[in-house]
């Protein structure tokens, strides 16, 4: 599972995971910046509410859901904190975050459902969208992994929900790790390196040495190792390798942008046909 496919959907851009897509029991995609209504230093997909109208930002979701065949109204999201909580949607929980942020999931930064016709999404501009299927129980999850939630394991942490949650079998899921900044451009220094070297015996295969106390990070390889250790098969994870600072002008970059920047989103939902809607 290595492949990712751009889509267009008249100027609406987002990519899709093949692999994901051909289990025909989902519909999932990663925004880009092109297609929405913001403007200026947003524009023109931004999918996050800080920084913007809300008005703009309801338009936008509204496009990329429908783009994706899904329901804006349904939309489940957290409120992100570069935390490790993984919270499970329930029928209670539709619509949680789709029209405020206020409404989203209080400290989460990862979801996972079962149900049928909701999207869950998260909010990146630099950190990793990480979206996950169970094709076997029928279960997704989103997870947002920045360096803190990356180095702390939140994409082992939604493994563990998925399995506690529906049962899932690591070796079952599938995962997709989507536009985030590279190895290319991804500089950090011992405040990331610290944590790092004491978490993973690995850590040097995800690191390249920039010399003054500073390396490059790869944050996908990090992301790939942790689902690996945590039981997902290397064949079942799939790396888009899109650098969101090598490419600002296809998406939202905090680093290239000097922090003022808008919002891309990771969403995937169930297809109706695979269980009862609500």
Known sequence: ?????RREEGELVYYAADGLESTGLVRHGFSTRHGGVSRDALA???????????????????????????DPARLVTGQQVHGTVVAEVTARDVGRGALRWEDGFPATDALVTSLSGVPIAVATADCVPILYLDPVKKAIGAAHAGWRGSVRGIAQAVVTKLRECYGSNPEDILAAIGPSIGPCCYEVDERVMIPLQDNFPFWRRVVEPRGDGHW?????????????????????????????????????SYRAEKGFTGSLAAVIALKEDNKKQL
């Open 1 to 5: 599972m290595t492949n990712f496919t």
């Open 216 to 252: 490059f990070l790869n944050l996908w390889e990090l992301n790939r190792q942790v689902l690996v250790a945590a039981g997902v098969l290397e064949r079942n994870i799939a790396v888009g390798e899109l650098c969101t600072s090598c490419q600002v002008l296809d998406f939202f």
């Open 44 to 70: 023109s997909l931004n999918l996050g509410f800080k920084n913007d109208e809300v008005s703009s930002v309801l338009e936008n979701r509204r496009r990329f859901l429908t783009a994706l065949g899904l």
